[in-house]
């Protein structure tokens, strides 16, 4: 395992070999560049383990590990290094716990084991994606001959349920209840029902991103760092602004438009449990977060016949079958709405 340390702003290379610890300067006072050659020093260290040395899979994970952490955002990190301790936890026994014996059945051995653990389908196959990667990267520094997870069959999804959204009669009651308790909460929940962003592009939202010439918002930290315009609806411009007539200390428009009453950053929890208990004493039905509302945001938009390449562009998907699962929602208002049609004959 190689780390990289910084003595009087040069940075070093940290690692031992052969039971001995060595140190050697990068003679850079960039991190950037000491990480890429933290990253080309632990790859020679590791095409020193030929096959035939039976390299630990504990090794290949932690290694991998390292380069996620450099190259991700925290969150992301986090989710993957909380992937790779399943990994760790499945394959580091001892008859798994080399790289090249790892083969086929074992990977499906690890599905069937987080099967039996309760997962769901596509929490699996994004753990096999992550797996598929690692032994990509095993490949690439000589630790591994062949991806035995490339050519295992990713299980089918049929076990997601339909997205909770609010219908129109349950949003007033649910902000209702919202603005009892927590009233600057309460205008955040409306700004994320006329814009759909997602809970980490709200605590990053900074006043520099509102165009209010053009009306539009410009989100820098969707995910996967992906940029997207979102058109500035005048209720979610009403909530930003009120926001920061009541709750913005005095302070000019400026950093990041939502904080806590005291002028901190917006934690995940407090903002969950707000949601949660206002859905609660609204007698309302599910868990509703901070999801609900960017999905309340998409179902209404279909139904009111926005295109789905339009409402795939507003939500920041990827991928258009993630979008097309609110237009199923909407099938069935379509449906509904038929029936009102009356010729009177």
Partial sequence: MVTIFKRKKKWYLNWYENGKRIQRTTRSTKKSIAEELRQEKEKQLLLGHSISQEFPISELLSSYEKTVHAKHK??????????????????????????????????????????????????????????????????????????????????????????????????????????????????????????????????????????????????????????????????????????????????PKEGKVFHTLKGTPLTRGKLYEAFRRAGKRANLEGIIGVHTLRHTFATHLAMAGVPVRTLQEYMGHSDIQTTMIYLHLAESHWESEIQKLDYGI
């Fill in 74 to 251: 925290p969150r992301t990190a986090r989710r993957y290094s909380e992937m790779i301790s399943h990994f760790q936890d499945y394959f580091g026994d001892s008859e798994k716990s080399r790289v090249d014996i790892i083969n086929r059945l074992d990977i499906e051995g690890y599905i069937t084991w987080r099967k039996e653990q309760g997962r769901a389908s596509k929490t699996i196959n994004d753990e096999l994606t992550l797996l598929q990667q690692i032994w990509d990267f095993a490949i690439d520094v000589g630790a591994a001959g062949q991806n035995p997870v490339k050519k295992t069959p990713r299980l089918r999804v049929s076990d997601r349920k339909p997205p909770r959204f609010l219908r129109k009669d349950e949003i007033p009651i649910f902000l209702s209840e919202l603005s009892k308790t927590s009233p600057h909460l309460c205008l955040i929940a409306k700004f994320i029902l006329f814009t759909g962003l997602r809970r980490n592009e709200v605590f990053q939202l900074k006043w520099e991103h509102i165009d209010m010439k053009k009306g539009k918002i410009m989100v820098w930290e969707g995910k996967g760092d992906k940029y997207r315009d979102i058109p500035l609806h005048p209720s979610a411009l009403q909530a930003i602004q009120d926001f920061h007539s009541e709750y913005g200390l005095g302070k």
